[in-house]
């Protein structure tokens, strides 16, 4: 397999903290397990903000670009989100379906910066 998506709360986090053992998490086994690559969290994360980034994301890896620059375009799609924005526009990707909830905040860390790409960006 490909790839294997993890958007569920810490599936990139491991047993040990702060030795650089923390990414050894399920998306590392996964990996382990033959996916070329896995995409994993670090911390817990919001329904709303992960649903967001992950429709970005497969919207860009749709058209056929690598997975890393796939990840790396939706997190900026949320970075560049505004309060004062009146349509589901973010940066350079069009995000469909944006919840209320999240709408107005999804520049926040909080709901991109969770996510990395393990194995083979490609």
């Known amino acids: 397999m490909d790839l294997v ?37 670090l911390w817990s994360v919001d329904d709303e903000g992960t649903q967001t980034l992950m429709n970005a994301f497969y919207g860009v890896l749709k058209q056929g670009i690598t997975k890393a620059e796939a990840l790396r375009q939706a997190q900026i799609a949320l970075i560049q989100s505004t309060d004062q924005a009146t349509e589901p526009e973010r940066g350079s990707i069009r995000v469909e379906g944006i919840p209320s909830a999240v709408k107005n905040r999804l520049s926040h860390p909080y709901y991109w910066a969770p996510f990395i790409l393990i194995g083979n960006g490609l």
């Open 5 to 41: 998506v993890l958007s569920a709360c810490q599936t990139g986090e491991g047993d040990t903290l702060g030795d650089g053992k923390e990414i050894l998490g399920f998306g590392y086994q996964m990996q382990r397990a033959g996916a070329r690559a896995a995409i994993a969290s």
